[in-house]
């Protein structure tokens, strides 16, 4: 069964970056059928996707977020990361990665890590 | 950008039907996917290409598609579907790949 699996500081200060990676297990993030993405939802609020990449390190960002985003992904590890410059308390969330099954950064999300929050605060 | 535009809230009583639904300028080209979260949860996967269910999903959920406005159908609405359902979809011009409706917060009377 596939299992993702976020980790990351749970607390970063304005002005900085989050960092945050995403562990899959029980599968390859090197198969061809798949893109990873990000996912983010700020409290009481709404899902938002981030961005999505594929092994071959090909990425779509949402394009609200681009200017701040990096995405990439490590098959040797079977990770995949985020970077989100210049964070402020606008991008406290929790933030899920997930598995995209589509083609070209499109897709349905079936699979869904349990998400972390991220506080931004000083 | 690119919205989808879901109904905030959605009430019925245990047993009766629950429709919500999602309009999107470009679903007519695009497929549109359904998810569930409970509170404290990640989303589940309900409905995929506007109407199939994948398994394990009850057959109570369903899924339809008409122009601009997908529907999720809810069937015999049960107490433990009381939960915040967002349709995802993408723009036609492959500008915007993943775009999430606003979320509808069905209560269960």
């Known amino acids: 069964q596939l299992q993702l699996q976020e980790s990351g500081p749970g607390l970063v200060k304005p002005s900085e970056t989050l960092s945050l990676t995403c562990t899959v297990s029980?599968?390859?993030?090197?198969?061809?059928?798949?893109?990873w993405g990000w996912i983010r939802q700020p409290p009481g609020k709404g899902l938002e996707w981030i961005g999505s990449?594929?092994?071959?390190?090909?990425?779509y960002y949402n394009p609200s977020l681009k200017s701040r985003v990096t995405i990439s992904v490590d098959t040797s590890k079977n990770q995949f990361s985020l970077k989100l410059t210049s964070v402020t308390a606008a991008d406290t969330a929790v933030y899920y990665c997930?598995?995209?099954?589509?083609?070209?950064?499109?897709?349905?999300?079936?699979?869904w890590g349990q998400g972390t929050l991220v506080t931004v605060s000083s | 950008s690119y919205e989808l535009t879901q109904p905030p809230s959605v009430s019925v009583s245990p047993g009766q039907t629950a429709r919500i639904t999602c309009s999107g300028n470009?679903?007519?080209?695009?497929?549109a996917y359904w998810y569930q979260q409970k509170p404290g949860q990640a989303p589940v996967l309900l409905m995929y290409?506007?109407?199939e269910r994948p398994s394990g999903i009850p057959e109570r959920f369903s899924g339809s598609s008409s122009g601009t406005t997908v529907t999720l159908t809810i069937s015999g609405v049960q107490a433990e579907d009381e939960a915040d359902y967002y349709c995802?979809?993408?723009?036609?011009?492959?500008?915007?790949?993943?775009?999430f409706g606003g979320g509808t917060k069905l209560t269960v009377l």
């Open positions: 470009a679903l007519p080209k695009q497929y």
């Open positions: 029980g599968g390859s993030i090197s198969s061809s059928s798949y893109y």
């Open positions: 290409k506007d109407s």
């Open positions: 995802q979809s993408a723009d036609s011009s492959g500008t915007y790949k993943v775009v």
């Open positions: 997930a598995r995209l099954d589509g083609g070209y950064g499109s897709g349905t999300l079936p699979r």
């Open positions: 990449i594929y092994y071959s390190g090909s990425t």
